[in-house]
């Protein structure tokens, strides 16, 4: 038997409750995972949201991200006692996740975890800081430098926001941190944020161009917040966008394209290939973590602790990372 959150979708609701699930129950899949740590992510609040619109099981262990060691296993890719990751794919969406004791899933979904990252380094990231990580590569890989002048994260005090901060500050980049919340200004500069702005100020004018202000950016907000950081890139600049929590709208002329050569950069961490995958997590573990991971976390939850946090990330109100202690 396996301790795990389940999320049942009835008429109108979703209602959790953590069960002993039978290891039968756990799914298809090849390696079976005794699961260290999960990670709570914006996209977990969705799963367990009527109108989330992110559930695939009208029975779902959500938490779209794991860290653990192989216990059983019959590909020729892994073997027990093996420490590996999985994020993205159908993990807590369309295949039981992370809320739970233990997984089972298709090994072709499997990172093996990085020998210089521990479980719950890895989970600290998580989805959400892979996905600032790839942010990063991409404006670096369309030729961001450091000095240049400022870069701007939106989002700030979230998963992705955070670690983005705090990733750009170590990398040697001027931050200017975008925030709804001003109790967090302090943490945001220990984070390395050299400046910080009300959300609202983006947002205040809609004309089609305004004055270049950002050098590059990291979004995971969208909405009319996505394309006032558009209309305010330098010329040649780009945004690398991941995120919706402000809206999935994007209302916007093409002027800032053909007039500034400015670029939006999609970044997905869902269904990336697995090369890529490992690739980035192996950067990772190399020089691009951020210095001080413990910083990012802003606390840890068992099961019976997920309802309130996932709350809370829901009406956008966590700073930092939620890690989940699953054994
Ligand atoms: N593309 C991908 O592969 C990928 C991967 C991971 C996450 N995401 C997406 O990225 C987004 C962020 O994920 P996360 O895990 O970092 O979420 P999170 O921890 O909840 O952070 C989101 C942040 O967005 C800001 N925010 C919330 N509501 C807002 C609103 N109405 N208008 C403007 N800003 C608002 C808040 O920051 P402040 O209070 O500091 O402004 C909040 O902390 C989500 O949409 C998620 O689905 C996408």
């Not at 992705?160 to 967090?184: D, F, H, I, N, P």
């Amino acid at each position: 038997m396996t301790r795990a959150f389940l999320a049942t979708r009835r008429d109108r609701t979703v209602d959790t409750e953590v069960v002993e699930l039978d290891d039968a129950d756990l799914g298809e899949g090849d390696v079976d995972i005794d699961i260290d740590y999960s990670s709570v992510n914006f996209k977990d609040a969705l799963a367990v949201d009527p109108n989330g619109n992110v559930a695939r099981l009208e029975q779902l262990v959500p938490g779209v991200d794991l860290a653990g060691t192989v216990t059983k296993s019959t590909s020729e890719h892994f073997a027990p006692g093996d420490r590996v990751l999985a994020h993205g794919y159908g993990v807590g969406v369309s295949h039981h996740g992370g809320f739970a004791a233990a997984a089972r899933l298709p090994a072709e979904w499997l990172v093996p975890l990085p020998h210089s990252l521990s479980t719950r380094e890895a989970m600290i990231l998580g989805t959400a800081g892979f996905t600032a990580a790839l942010s990063v590569l991409a404006l670096e890989e369309h030729g961001l430098t450091p000095g240049e002048g400022p870069v701007l994260v939106t989002g700030a005090t979230g998963g992705v926001g955070s670690v983005a901060v705090s990733l750009l500050a170590g990398r040697g980049y001027e931050v200017v941190a975008s925030t709804g919340k001003e109790s967090s200004h302090r943490w945001l500069h220990e984070l390395g944020a050299a400046r910080i702005i009300g959300r609202g100020e983006l947002a205040a004018s809609t004309k089609p161009l305004e004055e270049q202000r950002w050098h590059g950016a990291v979004d995971c907000v969208g909405g009319p917040t996505l394309a006032a950081v558009i209309r305010q890139l330098h010329y040649g600049a780009a945004v690398a966008a991941s995120g919706l929590t402000g809206g999935p709208g994007l209302e916007l002329t093409v002027f800032p394209f053909i007039l500034r050569s400015v670029a939006l950069l999609g970044i997905d961490s869902v269904q990336l290939g697995m090369a890529r995958r490992r690739q980035v997590w192996d950067a990772i573990a190399g020089g691009l973590r951020p210095e001080d991971l413990e910083s990012l976390v802003a606390g840890e939850v068992d099961l019976n602790g997920l309802p309130e946090v996932l709350a809370t990330i829901a009406r956008g109100g966590v700073q930092g990372r939620h890690l989940v202690v699953c054994n």
